[in-house]
Every structure is written in C-alpha cells, then in structure tokens.
C-alpha cells in the first residue's frame, strides 16, 4: 500500500514562511499528481496547490504569489514553500497523491497543522 507521511508544519508569525514537505512510499507510478488541501474545523477541504509528474501546477487564487509547489520524482517527494503567511492560512494541510494508471487511485497523509499567529 502506498503511504504519505508529511513533516513541515509548526507556528508562524504572520508574514512568515514555512516549507512543507510529503513523502510517498510504495509502489507508485510514474504519472501522478500531487498537491496540498487544507482544512479548517467546521469547513470543507479545500485546494491549495497541486502539481502533476510533468510539472504543470495549479494553485488556489488565495495563495498565488505566496506559495509554491514543487516535487522530486526521484524521491517521490512534493514540496510546499509558504510565504507572507496570514492568519487565514491556518488548518491542517494534508498531502494528496492521485493517478490513473494502472488504476484510479486517491490516497492522503495523515496530515500537518500549520497555525499563522495575527
């Protein structure tokens, strides 16, 4: 089974920068997207950035400018750089991998708080 383990999250003054970090193990092909939602209690979970094998991103409208998504494929490892952090960028950040070769797949890490103190 594919697994997903996140590291990176912490406190942050607003204005701040943290990086993110998701490693994926297992057996994993190599066309995939990975990415980063967010989710605030009492709220839906929502986009954050994402970022396909080949390279093309995608990022919520909140945190274009600020953020940046990258990845290593060798290691199977997607990134998430934070700047100019605001007090609205608090929520727990979970990693997703996602694919469809061999076969539709969707799998998340457990998760990482981030909390950006106003």
């Known amino acids: 089974q594919v697994q997903l383990v996140e590291s990176g999250g912490g406190l942050v003054q607003t204005g701040g920068s943290l990086r993110l970090s998701c490693a994926a193990s297992g057996r994993i092909s190599s066309f995939n997207t990975m990415g980063w939602y967010r989710q605030v209690p009492g709220k839906q979970r929502e986009l954050v950035a994402t970022?396909?094998?080949?390279?093309?991103?995608n990022y919520a409208d909140s945190v274009k400018g600020r953020f940046t998504v990258s990845r290593d494929n060798a290691k199977n490892t997607v990134y998430l750089q934070m700047n100019m952090l605001k007090p609205e960028d608090t929520a727990v950040y979970y990693c997703n991998l996602r694919g469809i070769v061999p076969m539709s797949y969707n799998y998340w890490g457990q998760g990482t708080q981030v909390t950006v103190s106003s």
């Open positions: 970022i396909t094998s080949a390279g093309n991103t």
